[in-house]
């Protein structure tokens, strides 16, 4: 019992020792950082010296006027390499996909919509077109083939095998054979 609590005041001990020591790492790395930032701000943001003439204000616009305009010239260069960039990437996923053979189809959706109300939305509610596609269908006659006109003319079979019997009946079955 005895043992488990030293252990357990030493884990303590180097809990402590340990959150000490990355308090001062902390500390340190944000003193890092206001440096550098001071550093930074004073290479590219030289303080500035108000002058009391008319024309050193003038010449002071101008200088901060070719600044700025550098500034945006980069600002543009790089959106027209991002844009590029972009387009380069979206033309080589395109050859990509091409030479792989897989194209993404999506998927098909069912659409509720009948003829006539998909055209008065394409065409709007000044045009009158009707697209009644049942009254444009041409009526089909069912024609009689010689199979089914034989069938229905055979009638009762024992009637068509009298008639075949003797010589009669096999004179007429050659016939029509031939």
Same mark, same amino acid.
């Given at each position: 019992m005895k043992r488990n609590r030293a252990i357990t005041a030493r884990r303590q001990h180097l809990k402590s020792v340990m959150l000490q020591i990355a308090a001062t790492e902390l500390e340190k790395e944000e003193s890092r950082r206001e440096a550098e930032k001071e550093n930074y701000l004073a290479e590219h943001c030289p303080p500035l010296h108000i002058p009391g003439s008319m024309a050193e204000v003038q010449e002071l616009c101008k200088q901060l006027h070719a600044k700025i305009d550098v500034a945006e010239e980069e600002r543009y260069d790089m959106e027209v390499k991002v844009q590029k960039s972009g !387009? $380069?990437? $979206? %033309?080589?996923?395109? !050859? &990509?996909? %091409?030479?792989? +053979? !897989?194209f993404k189809r999506p998927p098909l959706r069912r659409v509720r919509m009948s003829a006539d109300a998909m055209l008065k939305a &394409?065409? +709007?509610?000044?045009? !009158?077109?009707c697209m009644d596609l049942r009254a444009n269908l041409k009526q089909v006659k069912k024609e009689d083939t010689e199979k089914e006109r034989d069938l229905r003319d055979v009638g009762d079979w024992r009637k068509n095998i009298e008639e075949k019997s003797g010589m009669e009946g096999r004179k007429k079955m050659f016939e029509s054979e031939s």
């Open positions: !387009k $380069e990437l $979206e %033309d080589m996923n395109q !050859k &990509l996909f %091409d030479l792989r +053979g !897989k &394409l065409l +709007g509610s000044k045009h !009158k077109v």
